[in-house]
């Protein structure tokens, strides 16, 4: 009966209770780019030897090792079987694939060419997973100075100043390194959940701030435009727009289309709001390099790139050369990025350790010269 009741469920496309679920998946679950790459590698591999998409779906769906990813397929496939386009059923799965992958189907299901997209699509994925696994392991040590920056100046205000105490003497006759410590010890064990309290605050802070367009409007402007950091940061979306731009571009998107969708890849709103200018200025008949040059965001060799793909007629081939560039670039710049945040935390650490000790040896220098007058 149970067996039953589960095939009528599954059946019944209409019902409450799939309906919810779908809605769930829809609202909650997100393609990460590692999973794209895996899906556009197993979709173009499986068209390209003949299968129908219909029946594709139907085997990549099973292949889902996320019990969300297998429902948001599934109803892919139903939706594909039903009659609905490819295009139409990833757009009905709300945010769960983003917008690129969504044109480069639009564009496959136009030409015809739906296994040569899906190949773009992974090597596009493939690259955008690589470059994010290189921040991430970049990334680790910072991260790890950065952690135990905080686990030192708990352990000094907890541990270390309670059991050197004692060998302080008067407070009077400490130095002000030592009274500031003695007084962050007293006040860290005494408010410590205030302190946990105010951290979270501003941490959630933070967040919600970057929320606030004209505030991420400013952040994102401060990122491109920083000293040092800028240049590397310009990069790194040098990169990615050049990869996407190639990509859209080469499966036969209008370049209009193509801009606003490289543009919000990026996630950057400065550069998203340039780009309207930009889109404008195309529309009217003006060489995307002029329209890219004026906005003052990517680097003059790259918009000399894009120029010389426009007087050669071929912007899509140059693009794809350039990203590859643009990806080397990116991977160095990210190193560059860790190499300037490395020594920060180094020496932040060591300023710690040395305000330790600054306050701690006089103070027991004193207490010694003490007991021996004694």
């Known amino acids: 009966m149970s067996k039953i009741s589960i095939a009528k469920g599954l059946d019944t496309s209409k019902s409450g209770s799939k309906n919810n679920t779908s809605e769930e998946n829809k609202s909650i679950y997100k393609f990460k780019t590692k999973e ?16 129908t998409l219909v029946k594709a779906l139907d085997i990549l769906s099973k292949e889902q090792e996320s019990d969300k990813a297998r429902a948001i397929w599934v109803d892919i496939y139903e939706q594909v079987q039903k009659g609905e386009s490819f295009s139409n059923a990833l757009e009905m799965q709300g945010d769960a694939f983003p917008n690129f992958m969504k044109s480069m189907v639009n564009a496959g299901e136009s030409s015809g060419q739906m296994d040569v997209i899906m190949k773009r699509l992974e090597a596009h994925y493939d690259k955008e997973n690589k470059m994010n696994n290189t921040i991430k392991g970049a990334l680790i040590y910072p991260i790890v100075l950065l952690v135990l ?119 950057n709103s400065y550069i998203s709001d340039k780009f309207k200018q930009v889109v404008d200025e195309v529309k009217q008949g003006e060489p995307l390099s002029a ?45 560059r990025l860790v190499s300037i ?23 027991i220098y004193e207490s010694l010269n003490g007991l021996e007058t004694l």
């Open 149 to 267: 920056c905080v686990a030192v100046v708990i352990l000094i205000f907890t541990v270390i100043i309670p059991v050197l105490e004692p060998l302080f003497g008067d407070a009077k006759n400490l130095n002000i390194i030592a009274q500031f410590l003695l007084a962050g010890n007293k006040i860290f064990l005494k408010y410590w959940y205030l302190i946990i309290m105010v951290v979270v605050a501003v941490v959630f802070g933070v967040i919600y701030a970057l929320k606030v367009p004209s505030i991420r409007y400013k952040v994102d402007m401060y990122k491109i435009t920083a000293p040092k950091i800028g240049p590397l940061m310009v990069k790194i979306y040098t990169a990615r727009f050049a990869r996407t731009l190639s990509s859209l571009y080469s499966s036969g998107i209008p370049m209009v289309e193509c801009l606003q969708r490289s543009s919000d890849i990026l996630g």
């Open 341 to 363: 945040l490395e020594p920060v935390m180094i020496i932040f650490l060591g300023v710690v350790v040395g305000l330790l000790l600054a306050g701690v040896y006089p103070a």
């Open 36 to 51: 794209l790459s895996f899906n556009c590698r197993q979709l173009s591999a499986m068209l390209s030897s003949g299968l």
């Open 291 to 335: 329209a890219i040059t004026r906005t003052e965001i990517f680097e003059s060799m790259f918009c000399s790139i894009i120029f010389v793909g426009e007087e050669a007629g071929a912007l899509d081939d140059i693009l794809e050369k350039s990203a590859d560039y643009y990806d080397e670039e990116a991977d160095s710049a990210v190193q």
